[in-house]
């Protein structure tokens, strides 16, 4: 069976620091992987999808990037981060079968940025 | 814009009850349909998918799609306070793979 990783489960970083939020999926090759921000009162908010290594898809301009270095990690980084960043930060996976592309979360990162 | 709209509740219904969701998209080209639960503090998690117009079962849960009048619903059975989570309702658009997610309804059931 399938299942996605993700670390840290919380962090408290401050205004202006650096951040790496990583996704790691088993069980399945070549998914498509997402990167998704849940903040406070909003519903989710895409920000990166992949459909492969090195090919990255970015739905909001903002301070934040993506990476897919290997075939099932999904890297979310920030050089500096913004009062605004702070969420919940979910990554999903599905795979490439027609019609559904159904899409499993992983157990999420929350960000607070002080 | 891509859109899909629910309304945020929070809908209380008593144990034993059925629960009734809604949800509107607003492209008509949109594929698959979907109802994630989400516990407060947790991730969401795929109750429900449905692709074709009519009604689909999986236990005390029915999916509903009308592609016409552009509605998806989500009906519970038999509402448990178990049940009690924020429903989202999400959308594939023609385009690609990527999902449309609407805000959410909560569902608060007493026992």
């Known amino acids: 069976s399938q299942t996605i990783h993700q670390w840290p489960a919380t962090l408290v970083q401050p205004v202006g620091s650096p951040l790496s939020l990583e996704c790691t999926v088993e069980g399945t090759s070549n998914p498509n992987l997402y990167w998704y921000r849940q903040a406070a009162g909003r519903g989710l908010q895409l920000l990166f999808y992949s459909v492969g290594i090195g090919q990255i898809s970015s739905e909001v301009p903002q301070n934040l990037s993506a990476s897919r270095p290997q075939d099932r990690q999904f890297i979310l980084s920030s050089k500096k981060l913004l009062l605004s960043d702070s969420g919940f930060y979910l990554c999903a996976w599905s795979g490439r079968r027609r019609p559904s592309y159904e899409q499993y979360f992983g157990p999420g990162t929350r960000l607070t940025v002080t | 814009q891509k859109e899909v709209e629910q309304n945020s509740g929070p809908l209380s219904v008593p144990e034993g009850a059925i629960a009734s969701l809604n949800c509107t998209y607003s492209d008509r080209g949109s594929q698959s349909f979907f109802w994630y639960r989400q516990y407060s503090g947790k991730s969401p998690e795929l109750i429900m998918s449905?692709?074709?117009?009519g009604d689909k079962e999986d236990g005390r849960f029915t999916a509903q799609l009308n592609k016409a009048s552009q509605y998806v619903s989500l009906l519970i059975r038999d509402s448990q306070p178990s049940d009690s989570a924020t429903y989202l309702c999400a959308v594939r658009v023609q385009a690609g793979t990527a999902l449309i997610f609407g805000k959410g309804t909560t569902l608060s059931v007493s026992s």
């Open positions: 449905i692709y074709s117009n």
